[in-house]
């Protein structure tokens, strides 16, 4: 954009109203997805989350939150992946706390629409959105691949992961919680570390938290169906549905939702957030700020 004003949060009076129509009358919707929307599901790092499946960790090392723990030097790769199986499983394989997924769904299933996401725990897919309408940019809970990188492929990490976790003292119930089944240990045997089928290094997740980040096929083949899904629709009656990004990394949809929205003849942007809703004001006659918890957003649109 030409100054990428930023101004303070605030909301669009009337934008229920205006969302609920401008999305009737789109003939495209692209949802940009962050952290919040995960965070309106249930998807928590701290608090009582935190506090019921890592309070072991948090007594010995004096981390509050999961984020905080998945960057801590562990001592031994068996304690590494014991703190990180659980986070896997808690924020991958268990089932989402709260609907908020499905009232998106609900909201743009009989639109054209597309999703780009920086979330990494798979909701969309588990509540049932096209998986040929996603790129996840930044990686999934679900993959390993090789840490150093040796090559460009990952593997699912579903079994390991059960298997880690269970090592550890844990049971899996019918509703697939973990509930204590015993003792619980801090680390996982020896014979369960991950360790790359190619060239031998330790595995790793396939998150991008640096340049050894792998974009295996399927992200590509991914990232070229959102490449040509903005070509098809540029001179359309678009929305830019920003719902739960902040700036940690704005440049991957976030300023290009503005720059898109400035430039389309016919697009327009809409931003749900709790507490950090806005535009600049170069698009601010073609947007939409509503603050305030996503779900609750969304009962309102629906």
Same mark, same amino acid.
């Given at each position: 954009m030409r100054n990428q004003v930023y101004i303070r949060p605030y909301d669009t009076p009337n934008g229920i109203e205006k969302l609920s129509n401008v999305i009737k009358e789109a003939e495209a919707v692209i949802i940009g997805a962050g952290a919040g929307l995960s965070t309106s599901a249930g998807f928590v790092y701290d608090g009582e989350r935190f506090e019921r499946y890592f309070k072991d960790f948090s007594e010995k090392y004096h981390f509050n939150d999961m984020y905080s723990g998945g960057f801590y030097p562990y001592e031994t790769p068996e304690e590494k992946w014991a703190f990180w199986s659980r986070f896997v499983y808690i924020n991958r394989y268990m089932k989402i706390p709260k609907p908020v997924y499905e009232k998106l769904l609900d909201l743009v299933k009989d639109k054209d629409y597309f999703v780009i996401t920086t979330n990494v725990? &798979?909701? @969309?897919? =588990?509540? !049932? @959105?096209? =998986?040929?309408?996603? @790129?996840?940019?930044? !990686?999934?809970? !679900?993959? @390993?691949?090789? *840490? #150093?990188?040796? &090559?460009? #492929?990952?593997?699912?990490?579903?079994?390991?992961i059960r298997k880690m976790v269970l090592s550890q003292g844990y049971a899996i119930a019918k509703d697939g919680t973990l509930v204590e089944n015993g003792p619980i240990q801090m680390?996982?045997?020896s014979e369960l570390i991950p360790f790359c089928p190619v060239c031998g290094e330790p595995m790793a997740m396939n998150l991008r938290a640096d340049d050894t980040f792998v974009q295996d096929e399927g992200w590509e083949v991914a990232a070229g169906r959102y490449s040509d899904y903005l070509q098809a629709h540029r001179n359309k009656k678009v929305l830019f549905l920003d719902a739960g990004t902040g700036f940690n990394t704005p440049i991957i949809f976030k300023?290009?939702?503005?720059q898109w929205t400035e430039e389309w003849p016919d697009a327009k942007y809409a931003c749900l957030n709790y507490g950090e809703a806005f535009a600049p004001e170069e698009? =601010?006659?073609? *947007?939409?700020?509503?603050?305030?918890?996503?779900?609750?957003?969304?009962?309102?649109?629906?």
């Open positions: 725990d &798979h909701c @969309f897919q =588990k509540t !049932g @959105f096209d =998986k040929q309408r996603l @790129f996840y940019t930044q !990686g999934d809970y !679900g993959l @390993f691949q090789c *840490s #150093k990188p040796c &090559h460009n #492929k990952t593997y699912n990490n579903e079994e390991t680390r996982v045997p300023i290009p939702f503005w698009i =601010k006659d073609k *947007s939409i700020c509503i603050n305030g918890d996503i779900g609750d957003i969304l009962d309102q649109l629906l």
